[in-house]
């Protein structure tokens, strides 16, 4: 199969796997209590608040045919891109405003860097730069396949039953909007950046099942015990 078939089979599952998981249906059919609507905030804004120096490593390692791509990414999600205003982490902090949680922000940006520091100390589960890289472009990817197919929803949920403002709501709603072309755009990356580094069909397909063994959404935004449980490791 095809690597561009293969990376987009792996993100449709994790999304219908994410969408299925009883976290998230309660979240978005309203069957949880303010505090689950904050966490659930919180854990995004600590996923996303460190996205531009992630977009910084993709761009570092991006192969020449897709520099340009990334480099427009990385710049819109800093708000340098001429036709953007404002950096993605503002429009963030907007939302944690919008939901009365403005005196959380400093901690939440702290711990997003102490994550991403943490993640820096893992071990290394792969041999080469080319493989780490790859694996990286994969998750970050991921995330902007989620968001092209969920955020308008999960805005949706947090304006009827959580009550943040839908004008507070902006990073939610820009990402249902832009990212369609991102999430295309990742996997034109993730193919060039495979060819470009000479993976065999065999070694990407395999880095791809181990990148994305446990739901990395379900992981990030609500807990590594919800993503394994989806992955019928718990019962």
Same mark, same amino acid.
């Given at each position: 199969?095809?690597? !561009? +078939?293969? @990376? ?5 599952? %994790?999304?219908?796997?994410?969408? %299925?998981?009883? /976290? ?19 854990? @995004?804004?600590?996923?996303?608040? =460190?996205?531009? %120096? ?11 045919? +897709?520099?340009?791509? @990334? ?5 819109? /999600? ?18 944690? !405003? ?12 702290? %711990? ?6 943490? !993640? ?23 995330? /902007? ?7 308008? !929803?999960?805005?949706? =949920? ?8 839908? /004008? +507070? ?13 991102? =999430?295309?755009?990742? @996997? ?41 449980? =989806? ?5």
């Amino acid at each position: 199969m095809a690597l !561009r +078939s293969v @990376v987009e089979a792996a993100y449709r599952s %994790q999304i219908e796997v994410f969408l %299925q998981a009883p /976290e998230v249906c309660d979240l978005l059919a309203g069957r949880v209590d303010r505090a689950t609507y904050d966490a659930f905030l919180e854990s @995004v804004a600590k996923t996303h608040f =460190a996205s531009g %120096q992630y977009l910084g490593f993709l761009y570092a390692i991006a192969p020449p045919g +897709s520099i340009e791509r @990334v480099k427009h990414n990385l710049l819109e /999600e800093l708000g340098l891109d001429s036709h953007e205003g404002e950096a993605h982490g503002q429009l963030l902090e907007v939302v944690l !405003r919008g939901a009365g949680l403005g005196d959380r922000i400093a901690a939440l940006h702290a %711990q997003a860097s102490e994550s991403l520091r943490e !993640r820096c100390e893992e071990p290394i589960l792969y041999g080469t730069l080319k493989e780490i890289g790859f694996a990286a472009l994969l998750e970050i990817s991921a995330f /902007e396949w989620l968001l092209a197919h969920t955020a308008s !929803r999960i805005a949706a =949920a947090l304006e009827t039953y959580r009550g943040v403002p839908r /004008e +507070s709501l902006l990073w939610f709603t820009h990402h249902s909007e832009v990212d369609i072309r991102h =999430a295309e755009e990742a @996997v034109d990356t993730i193919c060039d950046y495979a060819d470009h580094h000479r993976l065999t069909a065999d070694h990407a397909e395999t880095l791809v099942d181990a990148t994305l063994r446990e739901n990395v959404f379900l992981r990030r935004y609500f807990s590594v015990r919800a993503a394994a449980r =989806a992955g019928g490791m718990i019962p």
